[in-house]
């Protein structure tokens, strides 16, 4: 987690800090317009999805950074900006996926991912004040081609998962892990390399 420091020389609008992964105010008003656009597009296909599953993924087109060939979201789908979001082709994700996408989550291709993930990028201070302040940053999160991930497993801000492993479910990832590996518990551990 990084440390909590602001320059007070930083000329960028609070959107190019979160967009940078760095400490910034989310009461911007044009981080507020971003996030108020991703809620009206995911309350879409949250809705579309139960008459039209197929139509429903059109929606992503818009909402996401990337949504590859073939891949396929079923509802419902929370997330905070979606542009940030990048799924790659073939990928299957089930029900209640949580990406709090505030900087870059990348999932790679032929991806299996389970019910009731959550993928994390937001940090808050470990100090008190500027926490109460509403600072945050957050750091990406990035998941190999042909993984698969467990329901209910959680990965938090910074961590890259390797190609062709498996995150076990309920997993709480809290550091990287290698390609070709089997990750399990809270926090996670490799325990099998495949």
Same mark, same amino acid.
């Given at each position: @987690?990084? #440390?909590?420091?602001? $320059? +007070?020389?930083?000329?960028? #609008?609070? !959107?190019?800090? @979160? ?19 991703? !809620?009206?597009? #995911?309350?879409?296909?949250?809705? $579309?999805?139960? +008459? ?16 590859? *060939?073939? %891949? &396929?979201? *079923?509802?419902? !789908? ?7 979001? &990048?799924?790659? /082709? ?5 029900? &209640? ?11 790679? $291709? ?13 940090? &808050? ?10 600072? +945050? ?7 190999? $081609? ?36 089997? %990750?399990?518990?809270?926090? /996670? ?6």
């Amino acid at each position: @987690m990084q #440390s909590f420091h602001v $320059d +007070e020389n930083d000329q960028r #609008s609070p !959107l190019e800090k @979160m967009r940078a992964g760095d400490w910034y105010l989310a009461d911007d008003p044009a981080i507020q317009t971003a996030y108020r656009r991703a !809620l009206a597009l #995911s309350a879409r296909f949250n809705r $579309d999805y139960a +008459e039209d599953p197929d139509t429903a993924q059109e929606i992503l087109g818009d909402l996401l950074g990337t949504f590859g *060939r073939g %891949a &396929h979201v *079923r509802a419902p !789908l929370y997330l905070d900006y979606g542009s940030n979001l &990048h799924i790659g /082709a073939g990928t299957f994700v089930n029900y &209640h996926l949580t990406a709090l996408d505030v900087v870059e989550i990348r999932i790679g $291709d032929n991806c299996q991912l389970g019910p009731n993930i959550q993928l994390l990028t937001p940090v &808050h201070p470990l100090e008190p004040e500027p926490r109460r302040q509403g600072w +945050e940053a957050a750091e990406p999160i990035t998941v190999g $081609d042909n993984v698969w991930i467990g329901g209910g497993a959680t990965i938090l801000p910074g961590v890259s998962i390797g190609a062709d492993s498996v995150i076990g479910a309920g997993a709480v990832v809290t550091r990287d892990v290698p390609a070709r590996s089997v %990750a399990v518990g809270s926090p /996670a551990r490799v325990v099998r390399t495949l």
